[in-house]
């Protein structure tokens, strides 16, 4: 593709987006650059690969296509061209744009990458959300030692990585992004003239030729063990490096500031997993699946330290001729039982072989074998992280004594922390399961053991009775040998499962139960009992009842959250239940989620819920005494709760942090912030930092306005939900347009996930998975999720009124949690288009279903639209956010073709075509849809 006609499009999107920002757009010069660059190279093995022909054809469908995004052209014209291609010609200019908007995607981040060693280089202020310009904000409030003690005592932040399946991208295309983004930066970090330009172009070429002849679309599903092995890489690529170093440069700002406060005694981020103990709806995650995954996160672990304790070897070549060692690192070397001639004066070489042989049989005690090598010498395994930490820490001790201080801050201090971080287990491994399933199974244990017939027949205060009741007594309630249906004898053994894996690992290898769908007391103790039949709860311990697991509550739907605090009111009333979260210091756990919540009212009344079930749990945990900890089930989408995380951190109520948080992180969300270490670095410093401020500081900023303020976004958010379920679960054939109107049934033969897209057969909106629920609604652009309802709300409160419309703006300058709120919703009304809707709109057969639908999905993008100006003041969509202005100018016009022909190939796939070509051009639209938009479910 020729460097000339090689374009980068202004996007004119609803509400406007500026098309010539001067200043930005000279910034953003080396971005067009690089894209010219791409696209050329792109068209070039395009021509040579598949022919000038289809070279042409790509050519002129991008020509047109930005000409569309300029009003120049007539959408219908470039549809009308496309709809006319043959399937083979249409798979041509599917995988053509999916790669230009694969490429343009690399060199955004490059860019960005750009513009951030520019800004350190400029000297420029630390930038918003890194722990630089959060400790300024810190230094300026003069915090006395104590407080600061107080709110981050048991400090936490916790990203738990899940298996949600909306990464569509394969492993080794990532694999191929990444060599050509290694060379794009060799090239910005190599002086002119210092390096060989035809070697690099030839590198270059290669890279792209590798991606254009490399399938996009998986040939099979996902398996479970894919999965855990896909996020394990994750390691290597940037945590083992990451996650260790934040810890320590955090535990060193803060004892700077408050050296006497003992702050941090243990690492304040860990990272955690649902792969593999996430059941609910999964029938893949057995106990064998529990098992894998807990090993395969050890081997993992230990592999690291044995390829660092290696390499450790080999630099410490200090040699008691010429230092004088401390007699502990003496008594290591002599128990490592190395009696070599040629170490006889290298006591460290002979201390941490010792400490290798060690760790190797603790591998081969947790996994039955070695990950590595086998050991030269047996000798005794380490009983704990704790131990290993502790000979690590003699080798530390022992080089700062003769004044190798250098040696130790480097490779060992990394060592160290991350034998203190990760242990021996890697990472936390939630078990989670649905409430249902929960009264199923136990119902039919207690009718085995005859304690109770008909569980199910009971009201909630005679369940609590039956249940607190079974938790004073050890005596589990079946044998072995029970005869259990298949679902009981799964949940039995997955706990038991669960069980080994802490006596191997250590009680933080599993730390929490979630219970999916919790609306009562029962439903967590239950989880209380299964626990117990697991040996993982002692009724009798000495001191009170004792589990190494915490049960998390999930509030998932608008009631469960609005009811949140009066069920933990009654979980902590429970004297059982109390004094077993007093065993585990008083500190409870519950989960919100986003997804659910969103599907069911909507996105206000989502939001706005999930703000006054944090107000009301923090009452209740203050009022009984207990620490609170909430976990964000957060998606990669606005619609599942997704958007930047340091706003949405700091947009929490107060009181709702309290120096602990734990966070899901899935599908694409998961390789964009963590597949290097730079992405990494920023992303989990953004994680600290909002929650250092949120917790430090008075972030809120309403004072006594508060409740004022609460009582109209309760206004607002029944208005909103109101104007949703409106559509979405009351108007006659809303599901039928929803199903024809998105490729909703062709999502479930993409190959990105082990899990099933729907809970449970059925035809319901309930039934379906908030995944697949989102993603459907992004491919049609449409969005709906993540804005339908808020217009309708605002316009009818406003109402007209300019003092209405003031109070509005004055909160939205005031309140993070508004603002952010509607700065996430101008983002996703920004990437809509209902241009390109309509075409998904026309393949509903009802054309009265079809008019009715669409013209109520108009009417209110355009009162949302126009109404968020209004609350804002900006004259534009994204006025607050210009790099994804920018963004949408490089990528959407990639997207228009792929969207004309998804809409193509549905309408001849459900017309009654069965080409197999036609279904894996859908697939490939899906994938290609997906990656220009960069989240999807």
């Not at 003690?149 to 899940?162: K, N, Q």
């Not at 957060?634 to 942090?657: K, L």
């Not at 306005?705 to 809303?734: I, S």
């Not at 199903?739 to 379906?768: H, V």
Request: charge should be negative.
């Amino acid at each position: 593709m020729s460097e000339a006609t090689v374009d980068v499009a202004d996007l004119r999107s609803p509400g406007g987006t500026p098309t010539d920002d001067a200043e930005g757009r000279a910034d953003d010069a080396p971005l067009r650059d690089d894209i010219r660059l791409l696209g050329r190279v792109l068209g070039e093995v395009i021509g040579e690969q598949a022919g000038e022909d289809v070279l042409e054809l790509v050519e002129s469908t991008r020509v047109e296509a930005f000409k569309v995004r300029r009003s120049e052209v007539d959408r219908e014209q470039l549809a009308g061209r496309l709809a006319g291609l043959d399937v083979r010609g249409a798979n041509h200019v599917i995988r053509a744009f999916s790669h230009f908007s694969l490429l343009a995607n690399l060199a955004e981040d490059i860019h960005h990458e750009r513009r951030r060693r520019f800004h350190r280089r400029e000297g420029s202020p630390p930038q918003k959300g890194s722990l630089a310009a959060t400790f300024e904000l810190l230094d300026e409030q003069h915090l006395d030692a104590e407080v600061v003690a107080r709110e981050l005592s048991g400090a936490l932040v916790c990203p738990v990585v899940t298996a949600h399946p909306t990464e569509v991208r394969r492993k080794t295309i990532s694999q191929v992004q990444r060599q050509i983004h290694a060379l794009i930066r060799q090239r910005d970090r190599t002086a002119l003239g210092e390096g060989d330009d035809a070697q690099w172009s030839a590198q270059l070429w290669r890279s792209v030729l590798t991606l254009w002849q490399t399938a996009l679309l998986r040939l099979s599903r996902l398996r479970l063990e894919d999965e855990i092995d896909e996020a394990l890489r994750y390691y290597e690529l940037s945590l083992f490096d990451v996650i260790p170093a934040l810890n320590t440069d955090l535990r060193r700002a803060l004892n700077e500031r408050w050296p006497d406060a003992g702050l941090l005694q243990r690492p304040m981020l860990l990272p955690g997993s649902w792969i593999g103990g996430d059941r609910d709806g999964n029938p893949f995650v057995t106990a064998d699946a529990l098992r894998r995954a807990t090993s395969r996160q050890a081997e993992t672990a230990l592999g690291h330290y044995l390829d660092e304790l290696e390499q450790l070897r080999t630099e410490l070549s200090m040699s008691d001729r010429l230092v004088r060692p401390t007699d502990e690192l003496y008594a290591l070397a002599e128990l490592s039982q190395d009696d070599s001639p040629f170490r006889a004066d290298e006591p460290y070489r002979r201390a941490l072989g010792g400490i290798s042989n060690r760790l190797c049989a603790t591998a081969h005690r947790v996994l039955g074998r070695y990950p590595r090598r086998d050991p030269a010498v047996e000798l005794p395994a380490y009983d704990s992280p704790d131990e290993l930490r502790g000979d690590l820490d003699v080798v530390d001790a022992s080089l700062r004594s003769h004044g190798a201080g250098s040696l130790a801050d480097d490779r060992l201090r990394r060592l160290r922390e991350a034998v203190e971080v990760f242990g021996f287990h890697l990472s936390g491994l939630d078990l989670r399961q649905n409430s249902d399933v929960h009264e199923q199974v136990v119902g039919e244990l207690l009718a085995w053991a005859g304690a109770c017939e008909d569980y199910s027949a009971l009201d909630e205060d005679a369940r609590v009775e039956l249940l607190a009741r079974e938790l004073t007594m050890r005596r589990p309630l079946v044998r072995p040998d029970a005869e259990l249906s298949e679902t009981a004898r799964g949940e039995v053994d997955v706990l038991l499962a669960a069980a080994e894996q802490v006596a191997l690992l250590g009680p933080r290898a599993i730390p929490n139960y979630v219970i999916s769908m919790c609306e009562s007391v029962s439903d967590v103790l239950e989880v209380a009992v299964l626990l117990k039949e697991a040996g993982l709860l002692d009724p009798a311990a000495e001191g009170g009842p004792a589990c190494s697991i915490g049960i998390s509550p999930l509030f998932e739907t608008i009631d469960d959250l609005k009811n949140a605090g009066t069920t933990l009111a009654a979980m902590l009333d429970q004297p059982l239940y109390r004094a077993l979260l007093d065993s585990r210091g008083g500190v409870q756990e519950v989960m919100l989620g986003y997804s659910d919540s969103n599907k069911d009212g909507g996105y206000l009344a989502a939001n706005w819920a999930l703000y006054r079930a944090e107000l009301a749990l923090v009452d209740v945990a203050r009022a009984g005494g207990i620490r609170l900890r909430l976990f964000h089930g957060r998606g990669g989408t606005v619609g599942r709760g997704g958007g930047p995380s340091y706003e949405a951190i700091r947009a929490q109520p107060p009181g709702a942090v309290a120096g602990a948080l734990r966070i899901t992180e899935q599908g694409e969300v998961i390789a964009a912030k963590y597949a290097d270490p730079d992405l990494a670095r920023r992303n989990l410093e953004a994680l600290v930092a909002a929650t250092l401020e949120a917790t430090l500081l008075d972030v809120e900023g309403l004072g006594d306005d508060a409740e004022q303020a609460y009582e109209l976004l309760d206004g607002l958010a029944a208005r909103a939900q109101q104007a949703y379920r409106a559509l979405v679960h009351e108007t006659p054939g809303f599901v039928d347009w929803f199903r024809a109107a998105t490729p909703i049934r062709e999502l479930g033969e993409l190959n990105i996930g082990s899990r099933p897209p729907s809970r449970k057969a059925g035809d319901k909106i309930s039934d379906l998975r908030a995944i697949p629920w989102v993603f459907s609604w992004s491919q049609a652009r449409i969005m709906l999720p993540g804005w339908y309802g808020t217009g309708s709300a605002l316009e009818s409160w406003v109402d007209g009124d300019d003092a209405r419309l003031a109070r509005l703006q004055d909160l939205h300058r005031r309140w993070p949690f508004f603002r952010t709120v509607l700065s996430n919703m101008g983002m996703v009304l920004a990437k809509t288009d209902l241009g390109i809707a309509a075409h998904y709109a026309e393949l509903v057969p009802d054309e009265d279903l079809r008019a009715r639908v669409f013209d109520q999905i108009t009417a209110e993008h355009e009162r949302t639209s126009r109404m968020l100006l209004a609350v804002t003041g900006d004259d534009h969509l994204l006025a607050d956010n210009p790099s994804l202005a920018r963004s949408i100018r490089n990528r959407f016009p990639y997207l228009e073709p792929l969207h004309h022909l998804q809409v193509e190939m549905l309408r001849r796939r459900r017309g009654g075509d069965d080409d197999e070509l036609a279904r894996r051009n859908i697939q490939l639209t899906i994938n290609g849809i997906a990656t220009a938009l960069r989240n999807s479910g």
